[in-house]
């Protein structure tokens, strides 16, 4: 199986590559990034993409029999506009391109606990996660959306913010 993955640089899509890697079944995979990741791999092919609404010049290099979509922001740690782009537009973007290639292929998108697909949450990310959500449903009957509530570091040397450490408490 290839994959295709992004966000590997961050919290949770730098998890899913150490897995993957390691996954005897998953024969290649393909990692989009705004920087290098620094590791090496056999079955790893490092992508960088300056432009995450732009598939143009790897179009054909999107052929994969899933992509686990683990990029994202903090909606407090951009623009709304910032948040919008990086959530909804780049997703769908990515999985047009994708479902193009390969209309069979599975899109797994990382969302939220509290996504609302009516977009009626208080809270943007809410909203918009949701609305990501509808769209990318919209696209192939192969979308899957993960909500998690909470995800638990698992490295022992890892720093909790704050108010991490109180809700992992409770």
């Given at each position: 199986?290839?994959?295709?993955?992004?966000?590997?640089?961050?919290?949770?899509g730098g998890e899913v590559l150490k897995q993957a890697l390691e996954d005897s079944s998953i024969?290649?995979?393909?990692?989009?990034?705004?920087?290098?990741?620094?590791?090496?791999?056999?079955?790893?092919?490092?992508?960088?993409?300056?432009?995450?609404?732009?598939?143009?010049?790897?179009?054909?290099?999107?052929?994969?029999?899933?992509?686990?979509?683990?990029?994202?922001?903090?909606?407090?740690?951009?623009?709304?506009?910032?948040?919008?782009?990086?959530?909804?537009?780049?997703?769908?973007?990515?999985?047009?391109?994708?479902?193009?290639?390969?209309?069979?292929?599975?899109?797994?998108?990382?969302?939220?606990?509290?996504?609302?697909?009516?977009?009626?949450?208080?809270?943007?990310?809410?909203?918009?996660?949701?609305?990501?959500?509808?769209?990318?449903?919209?696209?192939?009957?192969?979308?899957?959306?993960?909500?998690?509530?909470?995800?638990?570091?698992?490295?022992r040397t890892f720093t909790a913010h704050p108010i991490s450490r109180r809700i992992s408490i409770?």
């Amino acid at each position: 199986m290839r994959i295709i993955l992004t966000g590997a640089t961050g919290f949770v899509g730098g998890e899913v590559l150490k897995q993957a890697l390691e996954d005897s079944s998953i024969t290649g995979i393909m990692t989009l990034t705004r920087r290098p990741l620094g590791v090496t791999h056999p079955k790893l092919e490092d992508v960088i993409l300056q432009d995450f609404l732009d598939y143009s010049r790897i179009k054909a290099s999107l052929k994969a029999d899933a992509c686990i979509w683990c990029l994202g922001v903090s909606q407090t740690a951009v623009s709304r506009e910032e948040y919008i782009k990086i959530t909804f537009d780049y997703a769908v973007m990515a999985a047009r391109a994708m479902f193009s290639e390969n209309p069979h292929m599975r899109f797994c998108f990382l969302s939220g606990s509290r996504a609302d697909q009516e977009e009626k949450s208080r809270v943007l990310y809410g909203r918009i996660k949701g609305r990501t959500e509808r769209e990318l449903g919209g696209l192939s009957p192969n979308v899957y959306h993960f909500r998690p509530a909470f995800i638990r570091h698992t490295s022992r040397t890892f720093t909790a913010h704050p108010i991490s450490r109180r809700i992992s408490i409770c």
